[in-house]
């Protein structure tokens, strides 16, 4: 039998509601691996015919984790960014990503004045999975027709993210979408 999105879901939910630290993390990850060796999950929400976007897979309303796909048209590199409080777990599904994550030394900055460090870069091929963890600054690059599957241990648009311009080093905050704004 091969692992579904529903067992991934319900093996998480499981794992979450005990351990929502590193070793649970590093264990949704592993089933993240897992969930991408079956190919019929691949094909039905990243395959080739699959509209362009990030489409929501499952919420879970006990931890609040979220499963999403998406589906590349352009390749692009995003800016510098973090995700509040949330970690969030990439697993590439076709063609790859460069993961790279920054650190900020100096945290009083001013605009114009904020500087941010490589310091980790690595790529993930298909069925590979990473980790960014909480208030990791980090970056994604990918070719055309990308996809990949992420899981955020919240909605990111519920949250309060930083987003870094490495030209003109500023940093910027992105709200939270509160619901009467939606
Ligand atoms: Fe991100």
């Known amino acids: ?8 879901c319900a093996e998480i939910h499981k794992i979450l509601v005990v351990e929502n630290n ?11 691996e897992k969930l991408l060796t079956n190919e019929t999950f691949v094909e039905q ?5 699959k509209p362009v976007g990030v489409h929501k897979l499952n919420e879970d309303p006990t931890t609040g984790a979220v499963v999403l796909s998406h589906v590349v048209g352009a390749g692009t590199m995003s800016p ?9 777990i990439y697993g590439q599904a076709k063609e790859y990503t460069v993961m790279r994550e920054w650190d900020c030394a100096d945290h009083n900055y001013g605009d ?8 980790r870069e690595y790529r993930l091929d298909p069925g590979q ?17 990308a996809r ?10 519920r949250i309060d993210r930083k987003a870094y311009n490495l030209k003109h080093k500023t940093v910027r905050t992105i709200r939270a979408e ?3 704004q939606a």
């Open 1 to 8: 039998m091969s692992y579904t999105l529903q067992d991934f």
């Open 22 to 32: 590193e070793d649970g993390r590093e264990k949704v990850r592993q089933r993240l």
């Open 45 to 49: 929400f990243c395959g080739s015919d």
């Open 80 to 88: 510098p960014h973090d995700h509040g409080e949330s970690w969030a």
């Open 112 to 119: 114009g004045n904020v500087t941010l460090k490589q310091t």
């Open 129 to 145: 999975v990473g980790l960014f963890n909480p208030g990791v600054i980090h970056s994604i690059e990918y070719p055309d027709a």
């Open 148 to 157: 990949f599957v992420r899981v955020t241990g919240v909605d990111l648009d």
């Open 178 to 180: 509160s619901a009467d």
